[in-house]
Every structure is written in C-alpha cells, then in structure tokens.
C-alpha cells in the first residue's frame, strides 16, 4: 500500500490546533511560578562536548553497531519468512505473524500489518513528502530496536516520521535503542514503550511540524523514558501530547534528556476533555538551542490539578528545578 496516500491520517486537525497553540505561545499560557521562575533569566547551558548529559542515549551508542552484516533490500535480498519487496509500491511489505527482519539495509518504507513481528539492526533510508521509515497498521507486539532510521536530508528529502502508527490503534509496540535523525516527526504512536533512543537533526520543508516523540489522543498506556530528544527548530516540541483526536491520559514522560522546539514539552491539555494519568518526572531539559529549553519555555499544556497527574524532579542540566507549567 502507497505511504503516500496515508500519511495525513489522524492528522486531520493537527495544524489548526498546532496554530492555535503556537499563537498563545507566551509565558502567560505557563503557571504563575514557571513565569516567575523564567522571569529570573535563563538556566545554565550543558557542559558537555556534545551538549548532552553522560548516561543519555547518543548517536554512537544506539542503532545497528558497527560491524553488523547487512544485505540490501531488493538487490541482495527481496523476501524472507514473512516479508518480502513489493517492486510496483517501491517498499518492503511485513504481512507474516511473528516474521524477524534483522541485518537488513532498506531505502524505502516498511509497511507492518502484521502481529509480533521484530525490526532489529536494520538500517532505513527514505525522504521525501509523505514519507515514513516504518508504519504500523492494526498491529500488536511489535519491536522496534536497534535500528538507523534516516532521512535522506534536511530539506526536501526529510523523512515525515520516522515510526507512525496509522490508525492509532497499534498495541504493545516497543521502540527501543534506535538512532532516528533527519525527519519532521521521529516518532508517533498512541500506546507501548519507546525507550533508550536517540532522535535529532530534524527536517523540514515548509508546512512541516517537527515533533520528537508526539500523540494525538489516547487512553491507553504509553511509556516515554530515557530518551534523547534534540529538537532544534523554534517548533514544535521534544515531546508532544496532544488532544487532536480526543483528550490524552495514561502517559508516563521520565527521566529522558530534551531539548528544543516551541514548547519542550506539550502536557496533554485541551478541548477534548480534561487529562489524567498524564505523569511527567525526572527530566533534564538542555538549553543547548533556547534560554528556557524551547523557544517559549520548557513545558506548557500541562494541568497538575488532573488525576493522577504528576511533575516532579524535571530540571536543567545545571541541577536547576522547572516549576510545573
């Protein structure tokens, strides 16, 4: 199936609500203590080469190792237990419970509509408009791990999103140990766990919103934890949730290293109805790009009065402690 025709997908509504959003982008939309607090003057900038804290994910210590035997998909490999190339949509198709890609080299998108099925040490290169490195339709239990996953550049050649669930309905999907760079949006699903990556270098092209890990609207549990997540565009975020399609609940942002966009992070609050479960902890914002971390601020959105709803122990690389939004 072309990615083409399905990339704009539970998006509908995104860049009304985005505009809204970045027009109200002022430190009045913050609490009264992070206004304060920004007030004061900017944190302390990162003090390491790299910019980012030592223990975090970087470029050299996640994707596919070097050394790893690879083959080229069509022209070394075309087809394997579960998968194989589709020639006339230029992509490789996973449509096989349970199939294991591993060692492979792919310029082009993997379409997954399959259960259980690992990407492990494959490295992805693709770009242009309606691109994806990996969409997920109506799946369950899929790994995603230790894997490049590329744009072909900055510009034109950005990947859209680097790993989309399309329908919004994809259960129990694990993004863990991969390196995502050069895309407008790295990764965006509505339940699992993505853990242990490392997204920069994002791209554009105009109309484009950059996210680094983004949802739209869900219930279900999602675990966002010890990322890095360098965004270093004036917008949109690090980590966005947002209420495009009904209001978020039941997601756990923690102890990840951000940096970057409009807001770093986007808390879940809006029209749709009030959130809840939404638990953000024990992250380091940088401000490699911005004074406060994003452009306007490091977080807004965020309503500490929901249920369950928690902020505690977020800081700048300098120690410094963030005031709830």
């Given at each position: 199936m072309s990615t083409t025709t399905t990339t704009a997908t539970r998006r509908t509504g995104r860049s009304t609500?985005?505009?809204?959003?970045?027009?109200?982008?002022?430190?009045?939309?913050?609490?009264?203590?992070?206004?304060?607090?920004?007030?004061?003057?900017?944190?302390?900038?990162?003090?390491?080469?790299?910019?980012?804290?030592?223990?975090?994910?970087?470029?050299?210590?996640?994707?596919?190792?070097?050394?790893?035997?690879?083959?080229?998909?069509?022209?070394?490999?075309?087809?394997?237990?579960?998968?194989?190339?589709?020639?006339?949509?230029?992509?490789?198709?996973?449509?096989?419970?349970?199939?294991?890609l591993t060692g492979l080299k792919v310029n082009g998108n993997i379409d997954v509509s399959a259960d259980n099925v690992t990407i492990s040490h494959v490295k992805i290169n693709a770009g242009g408009d309606g691109s994806m490195g990996i969409s997920l339709r109506h799946t369950s239990g899929v790994t995603i791990e230790n894997s490049n996953i590329n744009g072909l550049n900055t510009?034109?050649?950005r990947l859209m999103v680097g790993i989309k669930d399309i329908y919004g309905d994809a259960t129990a999907t694990t993004v863990?140990?991969?390196?995502?760079?050069?895309?407008?949006?790295?990764?965006?699903?509505?339940?699992?766990?993505?853990?242990?990556?490392?997204m920069a270098q994002?791209?554009?092209?105009?109309?484009?919103?950059?996210?680094?890990?983004?949802?739209?609207?869900?219930?279900?549990?999602?675990?966002?934890?010890?990322?890095?997540?360098?965004?270093?565009?004036?917008?949109?975020?690090?980590?966005?949730?947002?209420?495009?399609?009904?209001?978020?609940?039941?997601?756990?942002?923690?102890?990840?290293?951000?940096?970057?966009?409009?807001y770093t992070i986007y808390g879940g609050t809006g029209a749709d109805g009030p959130t809840s479960g939404i638990v953000i902890t024990n992250n380091t914002i940088s401000t490699m790009y911005y004074p406060h971390g994003g452009y306007y601020g490091p977080a807004t959105a965020f309503n500490p009065a929901g249920t369950g709803n928690v902020w505690s122990g977020n800081t700048y690389t300098n120690g410094q402690a963030i005031p709830a939004p």
């Open positions: 609500a985005r505009a809204i959003l970045a027009a109200a982008a002022t430190t009045a939309l913050a609490g009264t203590a992070l206004a304060t607090f920004m007030a004061a003057g900017p944190a302390g900038a990162a003090t390491t080469s790299t910019g980012i804290t030592p223990g975090f994910p970087t470029s050299t210590n996640t994707g596919v190792p070097a050394g790893t035997p690879m083959k080229t998909v069509p022209s070394q490999v075309s087809s394997g237990p579960g998968w194989a190339w589709n020639t006339s949509g230029g992509y490789l198709e996973v449509s096989g419970n349970g199939a294991n510009g034109a050649g863990e140990n991969n390196n995502i760079t050069k895309t407008s949006t790295d990764v965006q699903i509505y339940a699992g766990t993505i853990e242990n990556n490392y994002h791209g554009m092209t105009t109309g484009d919103h950059i996210n680094g890990v983004t949802t739209n609207g869900d219930d279900q549990p999602l675990l966002i934890q010890h990322n890095t997540i360098l965004n270093n565009y004036i917008q949109t975020d690090a980590v966005g949730l947002f209420q495009d399609f009904s209001d978020v609940s039941n997601v756990t942002i923690n102890n990840n290293f951000l940096a970057g966009g409009g």
